[in-house]
């Protein structure tokens, strides 16, 4: 499966964006969906992640309510949408594929878990 995102871009302090990935070439049905962030010299850290079914999403602690998940399988599209974006939140942010354990996931902490990646989306909050 490849995997494209879009929707990054500048925004200020408070402000929303909604990231989209979408998918091409297999099914996203099979698998786990999440969204990391990388900023340069740091590890990529866990955004949010989505079973195959909607029914649970996981997300990191720094998210705080702030941010929504969410997929759909038919169109091959994940989004995220940000609110209330801090400067911070500045990175690039990279849509994942992963295996699927049963119903739930490999949680935010987990990204070598994930086998599939795009190139990613950059978000600047100032």
């Known amino acids: 499966v490849q995997l494209v995102e879009s929707g990054g871009g500048p925004v200020q302090v408070g402000g929303s964006l909604r990231l989209s990935c979408v998918a091409s070439?297999?099914?996203?049905?099979?698998?786990?969906m999440g969204w990391f962030r990388q900023i340069p010299d740091k590890e990529r850290e866990g955004v949010a992640v989505?079973?195959?079914?909607?029914?649970?999403?996981l997300y990191g602690e720094f998210v705080g309510g702030r941010f929504t998940i969410s997929r759909d399988t038919l169109k091959r599209t994940l989004t995220l949408q940000m609110n209330d974006l801090k400067p911070d939140d500045t990175a690039m942010y990279l849509c994942?594929?992963?295996?699927?354990?049963?119903?739930?996931?490999?949680?935010?902490?987990?990204?070598?878990?994930?086998?599939?990646w795009g190139q990613g989306t950059q978000v600047t909050v100032s």
């Open positions: 994942a594929a992963g295996p699927a354990i049963g119903s739930t996931c490999y949680g935010p902490s987990h990204p070598e878990y994930h086998s599939k």
């Open positions: 070439g297999d099914t996203i049905g099979r698998y786990c």
């Open positions: 989505i079973n195959r079914n909607s029914q649970r999403t």
